[in-house]
């Protein structure tokens, strides 16, 4: 792959006007892929831009392309350029758009060939602020890289990087958007919710749930973790962020019952207990039954025991009359 680089970029090389020696500020004048101008004039909107060398025959290369996409959707104030250095255009337009990529492909020229120059192999991946100047690794990040390793990139490349407009321009405010709005939990569940935050250096700081009596609330990361506590009803959790970002899910718990377990595999002689997980949690185990008593019993406590080698269902009844049902495979 480096040698079939180094060709690429040789031709493209040839093919170029001359051009001088790195001055420091990426500048450039090119086309897309699809042939649209393109120049860097388009980084002064940008605070960060992430200038990405690929082609269409490395795997690395493409496998790259959907986590770019989603730093290039999710986050406004950063910019993803795709410079192809691969073999077939046509082939790398379709693969690029069977990967869902909108941000800018483009033929190298200018200031991305100088840099195309300097990169061992690909893909490559190299910063600029706003005014082209390079930010970050100064021999560019190589190799593939996934979605948590290029946010921790972008984190850490982003304190070199100066703010997007002069302080007399106030910051556009930040926010944050859960994946929903709302959700509905039936029974003893969990359910996580990721939230997008406009700022790449923003993240969650605090969740809190108003009813924890219905609903109890975390998180881990940028992702919200939901769980059903005691009781049916409704709840409003409330996602803020370190920069003062508001969100918020309507959750929905509703009656459930369940084993904590539908299904368990014991050896001889050893033993399982049978917990009921309920919605309203009033609601409890007041009578258990094994349909064979000689391959698995069960007492009054919900305590199951393989005796022999077969398949057993033990029948629990609720509080509330209904049933529920563990099947056992002893071996």
């Known amino acids: 792959m480096k040698r079939i680089l180094l060709i690429l970029i040789a031709v493209l090389t040839a093919l170029l006007l001359p051009f001088t020696a790195l001055a420091g500020d990426l500048t450039f004048r ?3 892929l699809d042939g649209k101008s393109y120049s860097d004039d388009n980084l002064k909107n940008y605070r960060l831009t992430m200038v990405n060398y690929w082609s269409e025959i490395s795997d690395p290369c493409v496998s790259e392309l959907p986590d770019l996409q989603s730093l290039y959707s999710q986050y406004e104030d950063l910019l993803v350029l ?7 255009k046509d082939y790398a337009i379709s693969t690029a758009a069977g990967y869902g990529v909108t941000y800018p492909l483009l033929n190298p020229a200018g200031g991305l060939s100088d840099y195309a120059l300097k990169c061992s192999d690909i893909p490559a991946t190299i ?27 972008i984190l850490d490349v982003l304190q070199d990087v100066s703010a997007p407009q002069p302080p007399s321009v106030p910051e556009k405010p930040s926010s944050v958007v859960p994946a929903k709005s709302s959700l509905t939990i039936k029974g003893v569940r969990t359910q996580t919710v990721p939230v997008t935050c406009s700022s790449l250096d923003d993240s969650v700081k605090t969740v809190k749930s108003d009813n924890p009596k219905v609903a109890k609330a975390g ?3 940028n992702t919200v973790i939901i769980t059903s ?48 997980l309920s919605i ?14 000689a391959v ?3 007492d009054s406590n919900g305590k199951v ?15 509330n009359s209904k049933t529920l049902k563990l099947k056992v495979i002893v071996k």
């Open 219 to 221: 998180f881990s990361g």
């Open 280 to 293: 309203p949690a009033t609601v409890k185990a007041l009578d258990f039954k094994s349909n064979k008593p």
């Open 127 to 153: 910063f600029f602020d706003k005014d082209g100047k390079q930010v970050g690794n100064s021999d560019g990040y190589i190799g593939s890289h996934t979605y948590d390793e290029w946010y921790a990139i």
């Open 305 to 319: 025991r393989a005796v022999s080698k077969g398949k057993a269902k033990i029948t629990v009844t609720l509080s």
């Open 296 to 298: 698995a019993t069960v």
């Open 30 to 32: 090119t086309t897309t």
């Open 229 to 276: 506590a005691k009781e049916p009803g409704k709840a409003t959790v409330t996602v803020t962020t370190v920069k003062g970002a508001t969100a918020q899910i309507a959750v929905t718990v509703k009656r459930g019952y369940a084993l904590n377990k539908k299904e368990v595999s014991l050896k001889k002689g050893k033993s399982f207990r049978i917990k009921v």
């Open 82 to 88: 795709g410079v192809w250095v691969g073999e077939d």
